[in-house]
């Protein structure tokens, strides 16, 4: 096995297209066992509703933003992010991304933020806390390949869209949603004024945000809205269940383009598709965010001021959501 192995380094030395022929096998391959974890947690979800597994309960850690609206009665609206196919864990958000969150609670006091949800895992587990792999995703993250963590949750970005493993993975990614509002806020019962779900998805989020609202519009009763910023989505998970899609773009980022160039439901003669439908009856809102491109310090979530002016790309972005008329009772 380890003359094999040293061959084939032998045969690759120096040559960088077969480099990347074996990085692309590498991926395909990858891509293939991907679904494994996806189907071991619905197993395992099938052991508990069967009574089957031993250890069922487990203590829910407080989320991040529960502090800011634990006193307060009024609360009729849940702020879910759902972050990029960048995120290591459910608890790596960016300076940007706090602000971002920080500031639009602030803003709206009848709402709660939930941040703590990992959209790349069914089971709501961080890179870190994958016994067989957490390794090398540790490793990844000291040494900022941040490129592979990105392809892994590509990964899971594409499950969400696929019609064979992505009812399992979104159903997964709901229920983490409703455990984590429930522990940020307790969820409402009963409630003069419907419940509002506001699911904000950047990059490959938008995807998975869109997938879970198949699930969170049945067993909740709230008003299903998805802030797409810079989100890349395949146009039929979801469009069917959604309220409104609200997509920001910004003006320099050409990523969120490539998704409407690869999946054929985005394409605008395929008329009958979710998302042409939620597009001819007023469901489907693009929105223009600025000059931002699509990460960075000049992200949508970027410390960086805009020009020689005072405000930086996070406030912009805050101004463009905050402008949207969701926030009415």
């Known amino acids: 096995m380890l003359q094999f192995i ?3 380094l032998i045969w690759l030395r120096g040559e960088t297209l077969k480099l990347l022929f074996l990085a692309g096998v590498i991926l395909l391959i990858w891509g293939t066992v991907a679904p494994v974890g996806t189907l071991i947690w619905w197993l395992h979800q099938g052991a508990e509703t069967l009574g089957l597994d031993m250890n069922q309960t487990k203590k829910l850690p407080e989320s991040h933003f529960s502090h800011r609206t634990a006193d307060s009665a009024n609360i009729d609206c849940y702020i879910i992010f759902l972050p990029g196919v960048g995120d290591f864990s459910a608890d790596q958000l960016t300076a940007g991304e706090e602000f971002f969150l920080s500031r ?3 803003l709206h006091p009848n709402c709660v933020a939930v941040s703590d949800v990992f959209p790349y895992s069914a089971a709501n587990e961080s890179l870190g806390g994958q016994r067989l792999l957490a390794p090398l995703w540790r490793a990844a993250k000291r040494a900022n390949a941040d490129v592979l963590i990105k392809i892994r949750n590509l990964w899971r970005f594409a ?8 009812p399992i993975y979104n159903q997964g990614i709901a229920t983490a949603i409703v455990e984590r509002m429930d522990a940020a806020y307790p969820i409402p019962l009963s409630h003069h004024q419907p419940l509002k779900v506001i699911l904000i998805g950047t990059s490959g989020g938008a ?3 869109l997938g879970a609202v ?3 519009d049945q067993w909740l009763n709230a008003q299903m809205i998805v802030v797409s910023v810079g989100g890349s989505f395949d146009g039929e998970t979801g469009f069917e269940e959604v309220d409104h899609v609200y997509h920001l773009q910004g003006r320099r980022d050409w990523v969120d383009d490539i998704s409407s160039i690869v999946f054929a439901s985005r394409w605008r003669w395929t008329v009958g598709s979710p998302f042409n439908q939620a597009r001819l009856q007023g469901r489907y809102t693009v929105v223009s965010s600025g000059p931002h491109v699509h990460d960075g310090p000049e992200g949508y979530f970027g410390k960086a001021f805009v020009g020689e002016g005072k405000t930086t ?5 805050l101004q463009a959501v905050n402008q949207l008329p969701i926030w009415s009772k």
């Open 214 to 216: 198949s699930y969170l």
């Open 6 to 8: 040293v061959r084939i």
């Open 159 to 166: 499950i969400s869209a696929d019609s064979r493993y992505g």
């Open 313 to 317: 790309y996070v406030e912009l972005m």
């Open 104 to 106: 639009l609670v602030q």
């Open 207 to 209: 995807q998975v945000a």
